[in-house]
Structures are given as C-alpha cells and as structure tokens.
C-alpha cells in the first residue's frame, strides 16, 4: 500500500478526493483520520499531519533555569521530542503495510523537514519502502495529478536548513531568554523573551517609539486663496513656497493678496500608474493590512483559501507568474464570478495579456493567484475578503496602465505666486475594478494664461510637522523582509509571539515599558542581539545549505560561536545588567498616578507576602492604603492608558488561550463589561497589605 502524508487533515481530504475521484473511505487509526483510496490501482492511504510531529529541546537535565548557566546550554545535546502522539503511533501502525511513502507536505523549508520527520519515524518500523516526493503549489486537480504523476526526491538539503532554523532558534531563544530573565529576577509567567530574530524586530518598533516620543514639532505656515472664473467656476491654490518657516513672511504674503489674479501659467502632463505587481506574502499582508487583517490573521485566512483548492501556495516570495500557469485560462474562471464578470471581460477583449511583474522572482511558487472560482456564500466573511483581493489583484496585475492628467497652473496675485493643482484620472483601466488603491480627482477649470481671477477668500493656516507614524503590522513585516529578518513562513509568527510577550500591542503597534527596558538594555549590552545584520547572516546561511553550499553542522556550530561571543560581554557586564533592568521592570510595574484625592503616590503591582497573590497598591503606603484587586492568571502589562469611562488606569492581561484584553482596575466602572467582572471576581486576590 503507497502512503501519502500530508501537512494537514483537510489538505489529506481533499487531496485523497482528487486522487481517486471521489472514491474515498474514510477510518481512524489511533483516533486519527485516515482516507483509503484507490489511486492508478493501486491501494492508497492518505494521512494528515498537524503540521511538525516533532520538536527540539535541550534534555531534561537542562530543564531547570536556576541549576543550569544559560551559557552552557551552546553546548549541550539537543533531542528530538515527539509532539503529536496519537499520529505517530498511527504511522508507525500503518509503516507495516506501506511499500512506498509520497510525501505531500508544504513545498518549502518548513514543509520538507515535516515530510522528513514523518518519513524517519515511519522507518524506524520499515526501512525498506522507498520515499518520495510529491510537489505541487495549489491543492487543484490539475496541480495534484501532475505532482502525483511524476513524483520527485525528497530534497534533505530543505529540510536540512529547516532543522538549521529549529535548532539555532531554540540555542538563541533559551540561552538570551534565561540569561536576561534570570538577570532581572523575572521568571516563571513574567519571563523576559529574547530572540534571534524577534529582538531586531522589537528594536525597530521601540525604536520607532522613541523617535516619536523625542519628536519636537517645527511650526509653519499655509497661505491658501479660493479663486473664481468668470463663469463662476470656483477652485483652491496655495501659495508656491508651501510652507512658510517664519510667520512674518507668511503675513507679508498674505496681506500683498489683492481681488484680482492672473494666470501666469499652465502646465499638464499624463502620468502613467502602473498596474499592481503579483503578490508575494509580504505584498498580500500589506494590502490586507488596509482593512485591518493582522499579519497573522491574513496567513491563517490564506492558508484556509490554499487549502480548499481556492488560491495557490500563500507562503512565497515570487512576484513574476511563470509562464507555466494559464493566465488566460484563470481570468476565464474567475469571469464566471458576478463581481469579476466586467473586468475578466476587459482583460479577455485584449489580444495579448501582458501581465505586471515585481521585483523579486523565484522558481519554488508562483506569486499568489486564484486557483478556482469561489462561491461567496461558502466562504466566510473574512475567507471572501481575502479572496477577493487576490481575485483583483489577480485581474488587475494583467492591465495595462491607468493614465491620470495633472493640471497646474501658476497664478499671479499682488506680485506673489500661487499653484493650482488638479488630477483626474483619463484611462481607469485597472483603477476602475481596484478599490484597495484609494484615488480621488481633483477639480481645477480649464485655464488658459492671462486669465483673470477673482479672489474670493485667503487663508492663513498654522500647522506643525509630525512625528513619523507607528509601524502598522504590514509595514513592519515590509521592513523586516527589506532587512532580512525571519522568513515568509515565520514573519507573522514573530509578531505574534512579541504580542504574546506583552511586548507590542495594537494595529498600528505600540511598544509596552517592558520591551522599551528589553531594547534599551540589549542595545547598550549586547547590541549585535539588537541589529538585523547577523540575524540575515544567518538566514543567507540557511539559504547557503538549501543550495548545498554549506552543511547544517557548519551552520549552527557559526551561530554557537557568535552566541559565544555575545554571552562573554554579557556574563562580564551582568551586574550592571541585573541593576538597570531591575530598575526598568519597577518602573514599568508603575500603573498610573494614585486615584486617592491628595495622595502623590503611584499605583504599582504588588505581591502580598502573606498569600503570595498580586494585587495593586500604593506607592505611599503606609500614609495611603489604597488598593485595586487584580487577576491571578495571566501576564500583566502596563499601558500608560485611561479608561475612556471613568478616568482609572487600564491594564493589559495577557492569558494562555485568551485574547489579550485591557482591564479598567476599577471595579465599579460605569461601563465595566459584565463578562470581565465575573472573570475578575473569581480570580482576584486578597486586598490586604502584609
Ligand atoms: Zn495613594
Ligand atoms: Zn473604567
């Protein structure tokens, strides 16, 4: 019997589905999903994995943080530990009956040490049966049958570089992670995460923050007039200098503005805006960051999509479609969808399709199109989003260019000079079916020079400059690939996780005390933890053994010496270290100002000594004994903010399995939620001071 092996149950399903033409039977061994098929004849068993069955850790002598010194974790052994049971047994059960393994998991880093990693367990019971290697980039009859048609060598070099990964991110992450935790006294719930690639992401936010925090604002000044024609066509211009650094200037300019003005000038150009690039994951993240899919939420939507057959592999850094898919044939597909009807038809009625390309192109997966037409009602609301985009963006990327004119004229006024600028778009092609890209016209007459006007209104505005803007969740995993940090697969985890460690919060994202006292310390202690460029060193590393430049051995042993070098500084300055992040982490424990009328203290989480539980007091105390009560469970993290209801500082609680929600510490908040009230009540500790 072949056995295929998938990286997922549903993806088993449906390719089990494909393969045989619906013949499937379906049983269970060990209580997991098994699909039996006949595929060309031959009897076929289709199983789905939970993505990695095993993981890596360090044995469990190195377990304790208090016993064992980070640092000579570099060197210890690293163990393979199984984390999904129930399968494993299920795929050594069927190892007995299986005369060739197909492997049939993700194409990439990740997906071809999964396939290994199943392939060695089963071998452990079958030596004998030869392994091979199915694939494909979309979950589509026509991409499976081929790849199932002609199946390739699994490739060690892959996976390979994806254990390369495992194994440096655990040395990096438990070695960094214990040093500072231990350091600075944070255990347990409170543990202080330190990473390979998550620290140069967090620098570049609390980096960010800092930026904007220090901004100073320059005033300046707008001079506008509102100008009419002799037909009574009114429009706006500004003066030509902008901005006016000195409000004496901007008055002077202002007060030379007579009734009458005089068209010096006219200018008008067509510019030419190109069609929309294929997406990549990072592209795709970007543009669903616009209404607001988190990083993470846009993987896991995608993944969904790819899975059901809906659009082709969503973890990719292609942007050129290569010339094996069909465009011409999708385009056809996706016409038979209502919404895409008008603009599949446009693009048909062109002779040739000339499709956009992005700058980066490689060979492992397409960019991400649609694979098949959806019907919307059997999607959710998110899943139709997200495929619609694609279908667009899809649609769009083989237009040609939108054209817009820009008009603008130069107007003489009392001896000085104003700008009227207008656009509007003459060739919407694209733009017409794009939403996503946001375009208004801007209205300004037709105006021929020595044309009279008349001013009817001026204005003289005072503004400020701005402080750059926070990263948004697409922004920051753009900057991250600009900068090499993680990878298409592990970018939105990143992020993910950074939340999860109470270091980041919102959309756009905003650094908590913590991770600004993290960073702060890391850049002056250990500042090659800080910046991107030995984390991408390392990741063009990988890169070197997938091509079989470099062995992975090689490649870990480089890190264990570049994290031998970091420890060395960081074990002679620990003392500093210990002191400054303790001081850190106090401040950051500051909830807000005291709520008591009078008291000058601030409120700060505490521990009660009598019962262990935490709970918030006062700084003054013993003059003022005030205090909050505060979940049990769960990590706690300042935010600097108010409740919009009652003016009380709010907390961020941060609990396994939940979402991350913000707590008004008021307990008699007029708009406390009654869900959150019950949480608290039965988990709030004892008020007392002891
Ligand atoms: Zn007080
Ligand atoms: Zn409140």
């Known amino acids: ?22 013949g499937v039977r379906e049983d269970k061994v060990y209580g997991v999903p098994v699909n039996y098929i006949k595929y060309n004849g031959m009897d076929c068993a289709v199983i789905g994995l939970k993505g990695h069955i095993l993981k890596v850790d360090f044995p469990k002598d190195y377990a304790n943080w208090f016993k064992v010194d980070p640092a000579d974790l570099i060197g210890a052994e690293i163990e393979k530990i199984p984390i999904q049971k129930k399968i494993i047994q299920a795929l050594k059960k069927i190892a007995d009956q299986t005369t060739e393994i197909i492997i049939a998991t993700d194409y990439d880093r990740e997906g071809e040490l999964i396939g290994y990693d199943a392939w060695q367990v089963i071998s452990e019971k079958n030596k004998i049966a030869p392994v091979k290697r199915a694939r494909f980039s979309a979950i589509t009859p026509a991409d499976i049958n081929s790849a199932f048609s002609k199946p390739g060598k699994i490739d060690l070099n892959l ?39 998550q620290s140069p992401t967090l620098t570049l936010i609390v980096d960010r923050e800092i930026e904007i925090q220090s901004f100073v604002p320059t005033p300046y000044w707008i001079v506008n007039v509102k100008l009419k024609t002799e037909k009574g066509e009114e429009f706006e211009a500004s003066h ?86 069909n465009l011409k044939e999708v385009v056809k597909t996706l016409g038979g969808i209502g919404v895409f009807e008008e603009a599949c038809k446009e693009v048909l009625s062109r002779d040739k399709l000339i499709a956009a390309k992005g700058k980066k192109r490689s060979t492992d997966h397409p960019p991400i199109y649609p694979t098949s037409a959806a019907v919307r009602s059997n999607l959710s609301e998110d899943e139709w989003k997200l495929y619609e985009l694609i279908a667009r963006r899809f649609i769009c990327s083989l237009f040609p260019p939108a054209e817009i004119k820009g008009i603008s004229a130069s107007i ?231 409740c919009k209801h009652c003016d009380y500082p709010v907390v961020r609680i941060i609990a396994k399995g939940r979402k991350p929600w913000d707590l008004c510490i008021n307990m008699d908040c007029p708009k406390k939620d009654e869900k959150y009230k019950n949480y608290t009540n039965n988990n709030r500790g004892k008020k007392t001071f002891n």
């Open 240 to 325: 030509k200098k902008k901005k006016f650094l000195k409000k004496e200037e901007a008055l002077k300019a202002f007060a030379k503005i007579g009734d009458r003005g005089n068209v010096i000038d006219v200018n008008e150009t067509v510019r030419k805006v190109m069609p929309p690039s294929p997406f990549n994951t990072t592209g795709l993240i970007v543009a669903a960051n616009s209404f607001g899919f988190t990083a993470s939420k846009t993987i896991n939507v995608a993944e969904n999509l790819y899975i059901n057959g809906y659009i082709s592999y969503p973890r990719t850094d292609n942007t050129v479609y290569p010339p094996s898919i």
């Open 412 to 642: 003489d006024i009392g001896g000085e000079i104003f700008a009227a600028n207008g656009s509007n778009v003459i060739k919407k092609n694209w733009i017409a079916f794009y939403p996503y890209y946001r375009y208004e016209d801007v209205y300004i007459p037709d105006l021929v020079k020595g044309q009279r006007l008349t001013v009817i209104d001026r204005q003289i505005l005072d503004k400020e400059t701005k402080p750059p803007a926070r990263y948004s969740q697409g922004k920051l995993v753009e900057k991250m690939e600009e900068l090499g940090l993680g990878t298409k697969a592990t970018r939105h985890t990143i992020i993910q996780n950074l939340i999860g460690r109470g270091y980041i919060r919102g959309n756009p994202l905003i650094p908590s005390e913590k991770a600004i006292a993290v960073v702060k310390i890391l850049q002056k202690h250990a500042d090659r933890i800080s910046t991107p460029e030995m984390t991408s060193e390392l990741e063009i590393d990988m890169d070197g053994i997938v091509r079989g430049d470099e062995s992975k051995e090689e490649v870990v042993e480089k890190s264990k010496e570049m994290l031998k070098s970091i420890m060395i500084k960081l074990q002679n300055e620990k003392k500093e270290i210990s002191q400054e992040i303790k001081k850190a982490i106090k401040e950051d424990f500051i909830i807000g100002k005291c709520t008591e009328p009078d008291c000058e203290g601030n409120l700060i989480v505490r521990v009660s000594r009598k019962t262990r539980k935490r709970f918030i007091g006062c700084s003054a105390y013993p003059a003022c004994t005030k205090t909050f009560s505060l979940p049990q469970n769960g990590l706690i993290v300042t935010t600097k903010e108010k």
């Open 159 to 197: 996976a390979f570089a994806g254990r390369a990964r495992q194994d440096i991110d655990l040395i990096w992450g438990a070695v960094l992670t214990r040093f500072i935790s231990l350091a600075s006294y944070q255990v347990k719930d409170n543990f202080l995460s330190v990473g390979r690639v």
């Open 1 to 22: 019997m072949k056995l295929v092996i998938s990286e997922k149950e549903i993806a088993a399903k449906r390719i089990a589905k494909i393969l045989s033409g619906n």
